[in-house]
């Protein structure tokens, strides 16, 4: 299996607070990988860490082959990234907002129009970023991450706060990405519905610890075995999330 990102047991402490816990992702190559988790569970913490934004406890990853933080710099030039709300300037366009990013990175002016064109905004790159709605705020900070179209894309929460016709949109334009350009994508969401719509495989996490990896079908083979509904992404999770929750709070009154 060609996998683009592999993580090995990758933990981070908060002095006593476990946040991951030695967490063993495979990310194939050019598939959509859907990271999934309650509030709190993880998943930002791991997209945090493999962005090098904050260190690991233990654990080690690889990603496209380079191991970090040997190769930290090759890393970063290779992947696209949209952590949270993305912040502009408000009383510059969106152009001017990407070009600062575009010549932080050393990209040509080109990268700036291509990237304004992959998320449809091309129409509206000169207009001031504070007269964004919030749909193309969001679809700004893709474009963002969509610069010199690197071959990896770690999403968190991309449709955050968007109404049902601006999900829709930015789901059909990250659906398209990886044929569109050859790209691997691994995105976070508490849309269950959408990430059952984009991606390929999943990943579930509940503190800190990952409960399943694997695909759609692989899942609803564990769920079946497992005695949980395996009629929809959300049965499945919510039955795999309440097992590990009682589990938990039983192995906690021994």
Known sequence: MDYIITTE????KYKSFVAVNDVSLHIRKGS??????????GKSTTMKMLLGLTASTKGSFTIDGKQFPADRISILKEVGSFIESPSFYANLT??????IIRRILGL?????????????????????????????????????????????????????????????EIRNLIKSLPDLYDCTIL?????????????????????????????????RQYASQSGFAANNLEDMFLSMVEKDNASRKQRAKL
């Not at 959509?32 to 569970?41: K, R």
């Not at 969106?94 to 070009?99: A, I, T, V």
């Not at 998320?119 to 010199?148: H, I």
């Not at 449709?159 to 829709?168: A, F, Q, R, V």
């Open 94 to 99: 969106g152009r001017e907002n990407l070009d």
């Open 32 to 41: 959509i990988y859907g990271f999934l988790g309650p509030n709190g569970a």
């Open 9 to 12: 047991q990758l933990t981070k």
């Open 187 to 219: 995105i976070s969401s508490h849309m269950l519905s959408e990430i059952e719509l984009m991606a390929d495989d999943i990943g579930i996490l509940n503190h800190g610890r990952l409960l399943f990896e694997g695909s759609f079908n692989d899942l």
């Open 108 to 168: 040509p002016q080109s990268a700036t129009t291509d990237a304004l064109e992959l998320v449809g905004l091309s129409e509206f790159g000169d207009r001031l970023a504070k007269k964004y709605s919030l749909g193309m705020k969001q679809r700004l900070g893709l474009a963002g991450a969509l610069l010199g179209r690197p071959p990896i894309l770690i999403l968190d929460e991309p449709t955050n706060g968007l109404d049902p016709s601006g999900i829709h």
